[in-house]
């Protein structure tokens, strides 16, 4: 086994150095037509530090003057931890299906019985930075390790999972998150948007990072909370994707990710839309409903087989 430690962004190879990507699909288990991934958000905020608004206009000029808190978004950031994250782990396990939860690692400080119950409903931990006030892409080489290493390490001693998938902020990754990745042994990450099927997108040695299909459009963050669509919108979004990959997936497997934040679809309106497209999607036969790390796991075997 190759030791890691001492790469540089020099011993990458694949298409994160700039090579081709191989695109072709794998066979799913069971011979299903779509893998299906739930990737959840959970997300955490460092004190006062607040990302966009809550109430579609930003805190007023005077209020910032007098030093205080945009404390409505505050609040709507909090409701993921505190309530969202309840009302989506009922539904899923009502769906009986397993989900991949991209979580900030300052939500482990912030809600540890709430990673814990992640962990222990059978659902996946993903390495999601550390909070959102600072997304990895601005982070120097140091940083960025600790922040990829330290997910690993929290994670795993606070739910007794380590995370072996990371998605950065809005999938915007640093200079050294792929080669921070492969040294703390992940396995797949969400961070590029050009395929509807896995594929290696870097080598480290032995080692090779898996890049698993993501989506903005089905993604409550962009399509309801950004530009006012009704939850409708999310629902046709899902529909039309995979009617369309379900076709196609009778030749060539192809793998649909919706995206659903605890702090949106986590609300009684976004449970329903949620519950929707899942129970859409049951309805058809060769369907695989699965986590991410599944999903990249067969993947690999499949290069290997």
């Known amino acids: 086994m190759t030791d890691l430690s001492a790469a540089t962004l020099d011993d990458l190879r694949g298409p994160v150095a700039g090579e081709a990507p191989v695109l072709g699909s794998a066979p799913l288990p069971g011979n299903a037509r779509v893998a299906i991934t739930v990737q959840l958000a959970l997300e955490a905020w460092k004190g ?12 007023g000029a005077e209020a910032k ?3 205080v ?18 009302r989506i782990l009922d539904v899923l396990e009502e769906l009986g299906i397993k989900a991949s939860c991209s979580t900030s690692t300052l939500v482990a400080e912030v809600w540890p019985d709430v990673v814990k119950a992640v962990a222990a409903a059978g659902h996946e931990i993903v390495g999601h930075g550390y909070s959102q006030d600072r997304a990895i892409s601005d982070m120097d080489a140091a940083e960025d ?16 999972q380590r995370p072996y998938g990371w998605s950065s902020h809005g999938s915007r990754r640093g200079k050294y998150t792929v080669l921070d990745l492969m040294k703390c042994g992940y396995l797949y990450t969400n961070d590029f948007r050009n395929a509807d099927v896995p594929y290696v997108v870097a080598v480290l040695g032995e080692q090779r990072l898996v890049s698993l299909p993501r989506t903005d459009e089905i993604n409550d963050m962009f399509l309801i909370r950004r530009t006012g669509n009704p939850p409708g919108a999310y629902v046709e979004y899902f529909k039309r994707a995979f009617d369309r990959l379900y076709k196609e997936g009778q030749k060539a497997p192809k793998v649909l990710a919706c995206v659903a934040h605890a702090t949106l679809i986590g609300r009684p309106w976004g449970a329903s839309a949620l519950t929707e497209c899942i129970e859409y999607a049951q309805s058809f036969p060769d369907v695989w409903i699965t986590t991410r790390r599944e999903v990249a796991e067969n993947f690999l075997q499949s290069l290997s087989s």
């Open 48 to 59: 006062n530090e607040v990302s966009g608004n809550a109430l579609g206009s930003p805190l």
């Open 65 to 67: 003057a007098l030093g």
């Open 69 to 86: 808190p945009d404390y409505a978004t505050i609040s709507s950031q909090q409701y993921g931890g505190d309530t969202g994250i309840w």
């Open 145 to 160: 390790f600790e922040v990829v290493s330290g997910a690993v390490t929290t994670f795993q001693e606070v739910a007794g």
